[in-house]
């Protein structure tokens, strides 16, 4: 458990947190969410001890370890699993568990032949990954994570929901996908106006609570505001008059010991519509037999065809390293086609929001600069009025490219995007660095965009939420699916999460497997385990909230308790003993049901996928 309390911490003259607190309680994954800039990363690096608060306290019992991804990569070992097994805690039968490292390995995306690889010879991104495997290896009592959606693929974070659901310690995390972090939290904690709230239930629950807050913080204002311009007129009114004298001191000393509420200032939210330029037939282009690779008899993309509607919305999805960026660059004529060709049509203008574009900014010029550039008539007041937009309103417009964080720097190419009319977006991996206010306001002007789009990204809230058509990367092979991507899902589904009898055409023997009987019984099955293993989740999760309320008025009580003590009231401390000790019988009646169902839990998880792997080996 994690107590914070009464925490400040400035930098300067923008302050982070005053008198903020917050507790973690035994088994809570918590979700951290706030604007970008608001502290959600300093706060992880003062539980860590990297920074230190100017007040208050954060306590951290003793033997409690943390673990978190680090940004420093270091490795020793001279293997990929060796590394991950650095982590792993030594048991004292001395019995080997590299398995665990293994599997968590695989499902962080690395193959068999990877294991053995020297560390240093994997990617930026894969070295990344060895560095979660790790901290997720090491199993710390608290795990902090600060957007590990950035680094992974879509397979590999369905593979970490999986993990994170199963987690039985604290978790706090970080993530711009809403969908992900309430896919695998109990609670989520807001960073607002320098304070921390937590609440229990998905990140709707604490964004309700505020708004519901600060609504009545309003109206309570305005009428404090009525009374006291009607005590201000009252004074002003009898002030002269001595047989009023006495109401009139009495409403000026009312008056000032009545504190002021400042009115709030507004939130920022990134806002914004794409420019589109008018477009008028059906297709804005057509790809036709497209190939293409790097390496010789080694296509990324073999004879793929399609075509881009004007108001499609075609997501393109599948491990990293298989040609998806390489696919846009295709489209936008960045890369010639091996064989194939693709056709746009003659009025396309294609606005395109690439990877490495962050690069292609000038470190040396402004953020008002680098968007004028991008204007099609270089006007400096449609500039500005963008880089207000942007969030960068007044002076910060002037700030140079080289002082800019990730998040701003994504803020500026899409402020360049904004300024030049297009009618075909294509956007790859857009919402990394953006905050969650600032990447639904992106899914909004995406759906509002009157032409096609065609965008990489591995957030599946974003797939559900616009894609119409996939082109999919997986098994080796592009294709393209004609459907949503539940439709995917439901038909089709991840080679890797399908079972291996599945993905051969014969099996058992060499007859033929039956491929629709395999997905039918295994869909029952999957039914079946979603339906038993849901209402669990779904008991526990109830017990838990009921235990925190319980533990919330035991506190409660525990100070009435005191108060009452100091002021004699001995028949208030007698309601509140009964009430104190019928509160902590109740808490231990709930710990003592809560043991078994988390038991049952995992031996039913345990059954169904032996039972998974029996209709596999039927097969």
Known sequence: MIQVSNLEKSYGRQALFDKAGFIINPGERVGLVGRNGHGKTTLFRLILGQEHQDSGTISIPAGYRIGHLAQHIRFIEESVLKEAC??????????????KAEAILMGLGFSADDLALNPSQLSGGFQVRLNLAKVLVSNPNLLLLDEPTNYLDIVSLRWLVRFLRAWKKELIIITHDRSFMDSVTTHTMAIHRCGIRKIAGPTENVYQQLMLEEEIYEKTRVNDEKKREEIEQFINRFRAKATKAKAVQSRVKALQK????????????LDFTFNSAPFYSKQLMEVKDLSFGFEAGAPLIDGLS????????????GKNGKGKTTLLNLLSGELAPLSGEVRPHNDLKLAYFGQTNVNRLNSQKTVEEEIMEAHPDHNRGAARKICGVMMFPGDNALKKISVLSGGEKSRVLLGKLLVSPANMLMLD???NHLDMESTESLLEAIDAFPGGVVIVTHSEMILHAIA???IVFDNGKATLFEGTYQDFLDRVGWNSEIPPVQR???ANGGKPVDKKLLRRLRAELVNEKSKTLGALQKRIAEIEREIVSLEAMVEQSNKDIVDASFKGDGTAINKLSKALHASQV???????????????????????EEKLSGVEAAA
């Open 86 to 99: 650095l982590s792993l805690q030594h048991r004292e039968d001395g019995r080997d568990e590299s398995y």
């Open 258 to 269: 009545k504190e002021r509420l400042e009115k709030l200032s507004d939130t920022k939210n």
């Open 306 to 317: 399609f075509y881009v509607g004007k108001k499609d919305r075609i997501a393109i999805i």
């Open 429 to 431: 991996e857009p919402t």
């Open 468 to 470: 119409t058509r996939l």
């Open 504 to 506: 051969s055409p014969k």
């Open 586 to 608: 109740k808490i231990d009646s709930l710990f003592s049901e809560l043991e078994p169902l988390h038991i049952e839990l995992e031996d039913k998880t345990k059954e169904f």
